[in-house]
């Protein structure tokens, strides 16, 4: 069993054809088949079936995948941490998050980096939820991750600080003058822009469990799949949202309104293995991303996602 012919598996699984695997790794489809062949004889079954539309797992081939997979991309970090070592010159270093990072907090550090390090690519890779970043970064997917912080993780954890989430109004609300913090019962006859990736609490929608403490039930005029859409439409003025402070700065229309408690949710940088070279370069410039929030007591929302039926189970971008 060799690296390349894990490298030639997890290509045919991700392109779910092997002319298309074959021509992603620059190899004849012949020569692709016959390493697929030779693992397979060495791990003693089939590990693809092909379907009418591509080609599939078989069981031992879904059990076999993920080792597989980790193989691979340790081989390419592998690759990134030496040459990296060799002074920080040409590779790429592999970054995953999610969305609502992505466009928030996180361009104005990609600028920095490619100032200072121009011959350093970096590669994002965007989730929706914080189950599928933990899930990239245990396959090896990412160098790195940025993300709340994540529960039981085995490896390195540097916090950010925490992000304050503040209510999103449209500039032309009421609240959008509004000179101190908002209690959160003063919205009861509001309505609210809700987002599929909401935090959940026991079963239950984490804006749900906050509203019902302060004796009310919210009303929603608008459900969405990202925050960042959220955002947008409470700046044209359909309801309040609930987001990072950051998403509302950066938005054309949208006025941030602070809560009293503040609310607030930690985020953090992770990996496998301690960051050397250039990964440790970009945990030092994540640092200070997130500003200080409000002095006083906060409340604390979930950092991770609590499982629910359907999108509410979500938590993210």
């Known amino acids: 069993m060799s690296l390349r012919q894990m490298e030639y598996l997890v290509a045919v699984v991700e392109e779910r054809s092997f002319s298309r695997a074959a021509h992603s790794l620059n190899v004849t489809q012949s020569a692709l088949s016959h390493q697929i062949k030779a693992l397979e004889r060495t791990v003693g079954g089939p590990l693809l079936e092909r379907l009418p539309r ?13 080792h597989a997979e980790l193989a691979v991309r340790s081989a390419g970090r592998a690759r990134r941490a030496a040459r990296a070592a060799a002074g920080a010159e040409g590779g790429e270093l592999h970054i995953v998050t999610l969305h609502a990072l992505a466009v928030g907090v996180l361009p104005p550090v990609f600028a920095r980096w490619r100032a200072e390090f121009p011959g350093v690519a970096l590669r994002l890779h965007e989730c929706v939820t914080t189950d599928e970043l933990r899930e990239r970064m245990e396959r090896g997917v990412a160098d790195l991750a940025v993300g709340p ?5 085995p490896g390195p954890v540097v916090s ?30 509001r309505a609210w822009v809700r987002c599929a990736l909401e935090p959940v609490l026991g079963g239950r929608r984490w804006l749900d469990v ?5 004796g009310f039930a919210p009303v929603t005029a608008v459900e969405t799949e990202h925050s960042s859409t959220a955002v947008r439409m409470a700046a044209a003025g ?7 402070r950051y998403l509302a700065e950066t938005t054309t229309g949208a006025v941030a309104v602070a809560v009293d408690p503040p609310w607030r949710r930690e985020q953090t940088v992770f990996s496998r293995v301690e960051p050397t070279g250039v990964a440790a370069a970009f945990v ?11 002095p006083g007591a906060s409340a604390r929302m979930p950092d991770g996602p609590r499982e629910a039926s359907g999108a509410a189970g979500r938590l993210g971008a």
Not at 54 to 66: D, E, K, Q, S
Not at 238 to 244: E, F, K, S, T
């Open 54 to 66: 591509g080609v599939g797992l078989t069981p031992m081939g879904r059990a076999f995948l993920p």
């Open 149 to 153: 912080r994540p529960q039981g993780w």
């Open 160 to 189: 950010l600080g925490d992000e304050e989430i503040v209510l999103v109004v449209s500039a032309d609300d009421p609240l959008a003058g509004r000179a101190t913090p908002v209690a959160l019962e003063e919205l009861a006859d």
């Open 210 to 214: 906050v509203c019902e403490e302060r």
């Open 238 to 244: 359909l309801g309040i949202v609930a987001a990072p």
């Open 284 to 294: 030092a410039r994540c640092a200070g991303i997130l500003r200080e929030g409000p």
